[in-house]
């Protein structure tokens, strides 16, 4: 396959030009995705998700990113973004669901940190405490890389779940 392309997407994202990325990744007339990157379809989605998810366009990033995961289902990072797309639109019961999936294909350590902090405050949306809690607290101890993220959530769940419990 021929990479080019995508590296022209990327330098367009880079420098924040969605609409010439967006041009390049699909056509204009269908809104199908250019000839040039039919060959990586699950990737190719996954730039358009991003690209509209940047643009806070959330309701289009996830139906881009569910395309992204329809061309390769165990892709972790697409499950990730569309869970991200759910908590953008204030629905975190769908964000879980996705990061759950997230969780249950992540191979490597930083993914799963990743997933399971956003699971976390999912479930803090959701007002589930104890849970999120008990996450917060795992992350703290396993992964140093979000511990300072994690420590501060977790003070904050703390203190939600007193005062909904009438004890703060």
């Keep these: 396959m021929d990479k080019e392309p995508f590296a022209k997407v990327h330098v367009a994202m880079r420098e924040k030009k969605w609409s010439s990325a967006l041009r390049m990744l699909l056509d204009v007339h269908t809104g199908a995705l250019s000839e040039n990157f039919l060959d990586d379809k699950n990737h190719?989605?996954?730039?358009?998700g991003d690209i509209y998810f940047r643009q806070e366009k959330y309701a289009l990033a996830k139906q881009s990113f569910k395309k992204s995961v329809s061309y390769r289902c165990s892709d972790d990072e697409a499950l990730m973004?569309?869970?991200?797309?759910?908590?953008?639109?204030?629905?975190?019961?769908?964000?879980?669901?996705?990061?759950r999936k997230?969780?249950?294909?992540?191979?490597?350590?930083?993914?799963?940190?990743?997933?399971?902090?956003?699971?976390?405050?999912?479930?803090?949306?959701?007002?589930?405490?104890?849970?999120?809690i008990t996450l917060f607290e795992q992350l703290i101890k396993d992964h140093v890389?979000?511990?300072s993220s994690a420590k501060k959530n977790l003070m904050f769940a703390q203190s939600r779940?007193?005062?909904?419990?009438?004890?703060?």
């Design 44 to 48: 190719a989605w996954y730039c358009i």
């Design 161 to 168: 779940r007193k005062i909904v419990s009438g004890k703060g």
């Design 81 to 99: 973004a569309i869970g991200n797309c759910y908590d953008a639109l204030k629905r975190p019961r769908l964000a879980e669901r996705y990061f």
């Design 145 to 147: 890389s979000i511990r």
């Design 102 to 132: 997230a969780l249950s294909v992540s191979l490597s350590a930083k993914s799963r940190a990743k997933a399971t902090f956003n699971l976390a405050n999912s479930l803090l949306d959701q007002a589930r405490f104890d849970e999120a």
